[in-house]
């Protein structure tokens, strides 16, 4: 960890008193704020801060090394302002996490697009069905799709995350092509062991609804959901970014095309704002910059929406 600035991160704990305070005035999360402290107090074998519910004090030890840091920090200034503030070309390793699905179908192209660009910068791309902890598993940077963002965090928004209701042909000349929302409950829906679970949130004409669905497969990841739904098991609801090919080639048939799924936001995720690493700078730039716009590139692309010819439902509905 970066030691002037766990002493700069000492210097504002013991200056405003308050984690929660230096973390504001330094603009990153609290979380990161401890990391520092304990990451500083490893390094000197020593306790430099009393901790209680309301607020922190020095300890003996920490007294003694607030002084030093202080002229540490004024020395690295003066340093700083002889070499000049000129820019340089990233360099280093960030450790990058995202599911696995945008990984495999978005974020690995535009990594290596952007060490083509900045050579000089290793990325470990951690790709994981779950939410990763970024203080404990030491994570730079998490690219997450979701509308429930941890505000301990720094989060910018990268682009929208639109989803379909699909299927393969296969499944639709078995069981027939659901018209309106309620079908849905007597054809089998493939759905996601988390997020939205057995219930499809939907959108058509400015108003909102939820509707319970039954299935006989679900899984954690929506690679397994893509290949299932692409095998004919059922309607699945599935992220634009990862079946806009199948769409486009008729693999998977889109239903219910009048009824959009509840969109997510796709946010690059972050301990703190200020004193980044020049590559993590650099890397969310990048990609703020390829997926940006009010429609992300792999929606500007024309997708299939499937034939408009109607197939007959077991229960004798038209399809």
């Known amino acids: 960890m970066d030691r002037l600035m766990a002493m700069r991160v000492f210097v ?20 990161m704020v401890s990391r520092y402290i304990t990451s500083l107090e490893t390094w000197l074998g020593a306790r430099l801060l009393h901790r209680t519910t309301r607020r922190v004090s020095l300890s003996d030890a920490g007294g003694e090394a607030l002084p030093r ?11 700083h302002a002889m070499a000049g503030t000129r820019s340089h070309e990233p360099v280093g390793k960030l450790r990058i996490a995202t599911s696995i699905s945008f990984a495999e179908a978005q974020l690995t192209a535009a990594v290596v697009d952007f060490q083509f660009k900045h050579p000089g910068v290793e990325i470990d791309l951690f790709a994981v069905d779950r939410a990763v902890n970024l203080v404990e ?34 499944f639709l000349k078995l069981h027939g092509r659901p018209i ?39 899984s954690n990841e929506t690679a397994v959901l893509r290949q299932a739904a692409l095998a004919g098991a059922g309607i699945a609801l599935l992220p634009t970014y ?8 008729n693999a998977l048939v889109r239903v219910l095309a009048d009824h959009e799924p509840e969109p997510l936001g796709i946010h690059a995720v972050y301990l703190s704002r200020q004193h ?10 990048f990609l703020a910059e390829r997926f940006a716009g009010d429609v992300a590139p792999w929606d500007r692309r024309p997708s299939v929406v499937g034939s408009d010819r109607r197939v007959r439902l077991p229960s004798g509905r038209a399809g």
Do not use: W
């Open 12 to 31: 504002e704990v013991a200056d405003s008193g308050s984690l929660t305070r230096a973390a504001e005035r330094l603009e990153m999360s609290r979380a």
């Open 69 to 79: 840091c202080r002229q540490m920090l004024e020395m690295a200034e003066e340093i």
């Open 137 to 170: 598993e030491r994570v730079d940077l998490a690219v997450r799709i979701t509308n429930a963002l941890d505000d301990s965090f720094v989060a910018r928004k990268l682009a929208v995350c639109r989803s379909v209701l699909c299927a393969s042909p296969r």
């Open 180 to 218: 309106r929302p309620g079908d849905l409950k007597s054809l089998n829906c493939i759905t996601h062991a988390f997020g939205s679970g057995a219930q499809y949130r939907l959108r058509s004409k400015g108003e909102a609804m939820t509707l319970a669905v039954r299935g006989s497969l679900f």
């Open 242 to 249: 990862y079946v806009v090919e199948d769409l486009q080639r």
């Open 276 to 285: 980044q690493p020049q590559a993590l700078k650099r890397l969310v730039e």
